[in-house]
Nanobody
């Protein structure tokens, strides 16, 4: 009953900025940790940033100081503000969330379908 949908990806020049968003829909009771992951061609999927329900954040070393993760609980949405983008940031970005939902209050980790981010001059 729950799905995550990412948006905001696109083509940007090195040094540019982009803001990704991911909204969760469905009969949601609560959302715990939300996160952004990415996967570049030929590479493993890696965690980019996480944010707890209390607002505590964590970042991969490669994006620390450039990316900022945030969330809007009223909208069940997580954001990723990406600044000073580099070509190596090129990847499909996926959001992930730990959600309790439905009348049975089941807990499930959900994944979005991904949004492409391409950093190129």
């Amino acid at each position: 009953q729950v799905q995550l949908v990412e948006s905001g990806g696109g083509l940007v020049q090195p040094g540019g900025s982009l803001r990704l968003s991911c909204g969760a829909s469905g009969t949601i009771f609560s959302i715990n940790v939300m996160a952004w992951h990415r996967q570049a061609p030929g590479k493993q999927r890696e965690v980019v940033a996480t944010i707890t329900s209390g607002g505590s954040t964590n970042y991969a070393d490669s994006v620390k100081g450039r990316f900022t993760i945030s969330r809007d609980n009223a909208k069940n949405t997580v954001y990723l503000q990406m600044n000073s983008l580099k070509p190596e940031d090129t990847a499909v970005y996926y959001c992930n969330a730990d959600i309790i939902s439905g009348v049975d209050l089941s807990r499930t980790y959900y994944w979005g379908q991904g949004t492409q981010v391409t950093v190129s001059s």
